[in-house]
């Protein structure tokens, strides 16, 4: 595993990183439906101030279908988001902006995961982000597919141990945690 790229990473790459799997536990068959439910990593944190640190702009890209299936409402998202950042505000971390895809229809859908449409939506809003020059970190293909779908480099959090290190063709890079990752900066 080659992570020599890694120490070419200066403040002016951006950090694209999924939620569930990666900053908190996903509820196991079901959505993470209220801030109650949400439970970070006890590697989050911490990792999230190395970050903050590191990258100009961290940015979260979410597919929240338990919105889109009325599983929960937009108002719950908002207070798990709005807890989330200033969780990770008080541990001096930081979140730049949230974009998330309430969407059902995996098909059709523009924005939702591997869909490139939230992260085109994050570069209109911040033009100075270049793909060449950004990283998705997720825990699933949906979210590599979508870092390679916009030439990103891409990191697997394999929190389950699915792969025990092994890379597939969409990662660049795997850790167990998001602080492994930070800590190979």
Known sequence: MNKNW??????????FLDRDGVLNHDVINDYVRNWNQFHFFETTLPAMKILAEKF??????TNQRGVGIEL?????LD??????IAEIEQHNGRI???????DTDRENSTHRKPAT???LQAQQEFPDIDFKKSIMVGNNSSDMKFGRNL????????DKKKFDGRLTEEMDLIFDNLLEFAEAL
Do not use: R
């Not at 890694?6 to 950090?15: A, E, F, Q, R, V």
């Not at 929960?72 to 719950?76: E, G, L, P, V």
């Not at 030439?151 to 394999?158: A, E, P, R």
């Open 96 to 102: 730049d902006k949230i974009y998330f895809c309430t």
């Open 56 to 61: 100009s702009k961290i940015v979260v890209v």
């Open 117 to 119: 449409g939230m992260g």
């Open 151 to 158: 030439g990103m480099k891409t990191v697997f959090i394999d």
């Open 6 to 15: 890694l120490k070419k990473i200066d403040s002016s790459w951006t950090l």
């Open 72 to 76: 929960m409402s937009q108002k719950d």
């Open 79 to 84: 207070n798990i988001h709005a807890n989330m």
